[in-house]
């Protein structure tokens, strides 16, 4: 897994949209969000279920390097 490469926020993204259109296709992806630290990578998602669109949940996944 590499941290440094410059497309991976775009191929997470990609990936993830992907993954829920075709597992959850009732739940809507509002927003990702990405951090990079020195050896750790954090991806933010907030998403909805279709048809409640007032209620709001995230999910925050955390990705250690232990070089």
């Given at each position: 897994f590499?941290?440094?490469n410059e497309l991976l926020e775009?191929?997470?993204d990609s990936d993830i949209k992907?993954?829920?259109?075709f597992?959850?296709?009732?739940v809507r992806?509002?927003?990702?969000?990405h951090a990079r630290y020195e050896h750790t990578f954090e991806i933010?998602?907030?998403f909805s279920i279709?048809?409640?669109?007032?209620t709001k949940?995230?999910?925050?996944?955390?990705?250690?390097n232990q070089e």
């Open positions: 590499e941290f440094n775009d191929k997470i992907k993954a829920v259109k597992w959850l296709p009732y992806i509002e927003e990702i969000k933010y998602v907030q279709e048809g409640d669109r007032f949940e995230s999910i925050t996944l955390v990705i250690e």
